[in-house]
């Protein structure tokens, strides 16, 4: 378990907080690049308990500000977007591309540095825009050029996930449980009944099965994940976790990236990018890849909610611990050992930055690595029995902390 400060430490995301800070110095999705269009170029986003404002500038480059104007904190989206900036629809000041207020219409003065908003980086890759909110752009990571990303010959789609009420890290802590597809996802299936299709049902069945051993390894990525079954020889290699909010697991014949987004300490938002199958369909340029926002069924209660797919029932773990889990309060066993090196990871990295230094997990700052980065299931370069004898989690009885 975790003390009630160890908790406030991991959670919390806004600005000033430790692991807000960290969480900046990573690049996060905002939305899919095609949703801002010369028809439709604004879109108001909170993000690490921000709220910000994305727009298509007049020459067609994307900018990300703060959303409210300084003058009297009306929000910009109905602002007018003109040459060199955009201007606010209430008393007319304008704000340039960083951020910078240029213009005070009926005011004597030139405008105070007091006036200017933030403004954050933007980049798009793979039909997603990513921002990075760290204090100082030039010591910006590169953003990681992902294989689901950056492939272009096969089609890419987009899913945008519910905004979901709970903190980002049930989420994520989700990823190094590892023996909870037996119940969760197995047995669940057996008695909600389950989704039509063959598929479904074989995967069910594949993880109602006894799990005899499991082991997971920290890597420069983040997290590589073992499980063996009773009825079968070989290991599974599960889905890796990628530092700090990453899932890279397949899906059927896509190979997928799932981005847990904070939205807040009590929100967050999932955005899944999938590429399929070669020559499924044909693809499309990036800033083209089809996209759809997934709702919530009118009135969802996901604790009553039919938890027959994969999604609601690890949707009903998460949001079922409250709003921000009560880490005070667990009792915690050896099955736990992938959450517990997962949370002294986030500890270490939050550390070093309240240090004034960089994080070192999931970092790319060298061109020549980040062509084509490859980190998925199958790919782990390392042998079971090599693992065994090297980690440092395979002898502990009970997890510490």
Not at 60 to 69: H, I, K, N, P, T
Not at 243 to 252: H, M
Not at 355 to 374: F, H, L, S, Y
Request: aromatic residues 10%; negative net charge; glycine residues 6%.
């Amino acid at each position: 378990m975790l003390t009630a400060e160890q908790n406030e430490r991991a959670t919390r995301v806004g600005p000033g907080t430790p692991c807000g800070e960290l969480l900046r110095r990573y690049w996060h999705v905002l939305c899919p690049t095609a949703e801002i269009t010369a028809e439709n170029p604004k879109k108001r986003i909170r993000i690490l308990g921000e709220d910000l404002l994305l727009y298509q500038a007049a020459g067609g480059e994307l900018v990300c500000m703060a959303e409210r104007c300084s003058h009297r904190n009306v929000s910009l989206f109905r602002g007018f977007i003109e040459d060199g900036g955009i201007r606010c629809c209430y008393h007319g000041w304008k704000y340039d591309g960083t951020g910078r207020c240029i213009e005070r219409p009926f005011e004597s003065s030139e405008p105070p540095a007091a006036a200017n908003l933030r403004t954050y980086p933007v980049e798009s890759l793979g039909g997603l825009v990513f921002v990075y909110m760290g204090p100082d752009p030039s010591r910006a990571p590169l953003l990681p050029r992902w294989d689901v990303l950056v492939n272009t010959d096969r089609p890419r789609r987009i899913l945008v996930m519910p905004e979901h009420d709970c903190n980002w890290l049930q989420i994520q802590e989700n990823t190094v449980d590892s023996i909870h597809s037996y119940y969760l996802h197995g047995q669940m299936a057996q008695i909600e009944g389950e989704q039509s299709g063959e598929a479904f049902r074989n995967v069910s069945k594949f993880y109602n099965r006894k799990i005899v051993s499991y082991d997971w390894r920290p890597c420069d990525w983040g997290i590589e994940k073992v499980l063996k079954y009773e009825d079968a020889p070989e290991i599974e290699v599960r889905p890796p976790l990628i530092f700090p909010n990453i899932l890279r697991i397949p899906e059927g014949p896509r190979e997928t990236l799932h981005f847990r987004v904070p939205v807040d300490d009590e929100h967050t938002r999932i955005f899944h990018v999938s590429i399929n199958a070669l020559g499924s369909a044909p693809p499309v340029p990036p800033d083209q890849t089809p996209y759809v926002y997934e709702e919530s069924p009118p009135n969802y209660d996901t604790y009553t909610a039919k938890l027959d797919n994969f999604y609601r029932q690890d949707r009903y773990a998460w949001e079922s611990q409250g709003v921000i889990a009560d880490r005070t309060h667990e009792v915690l066993g050896a099955s736990d050992r992938g959450i517990v090196l997962y949370r002294r990871m986030l500890f270490e990295q939050i550390d070093r930055v309240e240090r004034g230094e960089e994080p070192t997990i999931a970092m790319v700052r060298d061109p020549k690595q980040n062509d084509v980065i490859t980190f998925m299931p199958g790919s782990l370069p390392w042998e079971w029995a090599e693992f065994k004898a090297q980690t440092i989690w395979s002898d502990a009885k009970e997890p510490v902390g």
